[in-house]
DNA sequence: CTCTACCCATAGACTTTCTAGGGAGGAAGG
DNA sequence: CCTTCCTCCCTAGAAAGTCTATGGGTAGAG
């Protein structure tokens, strides 16, 4: 209780695991670890909510795993996409900056997406 | 069903509703008006949603509530924000930001903050 | 040998949102 | 008058996602 932390994912989750899994098949302590570096530690994924999360895409098969070995020489499941698992990101992704722009407008500021 | 409809609001109900007393004391349905006109119909409140998050907020003390007459002739309860609810509002709105701009990151995009 | 980092997983609590109701009153048109 | 629409309020219960709190196992470093 220490820390007050930016507790929540609101949602994007599933999103922002489905795009690091289109960047590479990878497990999920990798993934978890590619999201918190890629936003200097604001977003921290609990591993409580991390694997839920992938065994609920994995049972709407937007994703599939495969048992493997680690760089580290561990015992890992690594996560791949499926076609549908693109479409679904491709989907979240667009609908998320919309939903991003409007709370933007309303909030009285204005959200800018410049490709990547 | 008809319509999919964006389901979500992922914890940004709070902080629009105080948004919007901010601007000006009113009730529950001028503000659910004022959102989604604010946004083209894209961020549809549910009443299921407003009310409950109404009271919720005027139990933590971050609005309060007086019962009064609303333009159209009618029994309403205007809401105003509180100091509380006003700090709340600078928080959430600073986090939101900071969190939109975290996402944009990962999903590979970037999110920029105009001042109003 | 001990400790740390890596890697997986689940149960239960908690919160928020939605669906699906219900109700009452003013206004407007027939 | 009567019916219908819009305004305005409210709640119960289901559904879903996240967190806290645990538990366990193994490789490698010191």
Same mark, same amino acid.
């Given at each position: 209780?220490?820390?007050?932390?930016?507790?929540?994912?609101?949602?994007?989750?599933?999103?922002?695991?489905?795009?690091?899994?289109?960047?590479?098949?990878?497990?999920?302590?990798?993934?978890? *670890?590619?999201?918190?570096?890629?936003?200097?530690?604001?977003?921290? !994924?609990?591993?409580?909510?991390?694997?839920?999360?992938?065994?609920?895409?994995?049972? *709407?098969?937007? !994703?599939?795993?495969?048992?493997?070995?680690?760089?580290?020489?561990?015992?890992?499941?690594?996560?791949?996409?499926?076609?549908?698992?693109?479409?679904?990101?491709?989907?979240?992704?667009?609908?998320?900056?919309?939903?991003?722009?409007?709370?933007?407008?309303?909030?009285?500021?204005?959200?800018?997406?410049?490709?990547?």
């Amino acid at each position: 209780m220490a820390k007050p932390r930016l507790e929540l994912l609101r949602g994007t989750l599933d999103m922002m695991v489905l795009k690091a899994l289109a960047l590479e098949p990878a497990h999920g302590y990798a993934v978890a *670890r590619w999201i918190e570096e890629g936003t200097d530690d604001l977003l921290r !994924i609990e591993e409580g909510s991390l694997y839920p999360a992938l065994h609920r895409m994995e049972r *709407r098969r937007w !994703i599939v795993s495969e048992w493997g070995q680690s760089e580290n020489n561990r015992r890992a499941k690594y996560y791949r996409l499926t076609d549908e698992g693109r479409k679904k990101l491709e989907a979240e992704t667009a609908a998320w900056f919309k939903f991003a722009e409007a709370v933007s407008v309303v909030m009285g500021s204005k959200l800018q997406e410049t490709p990547q």
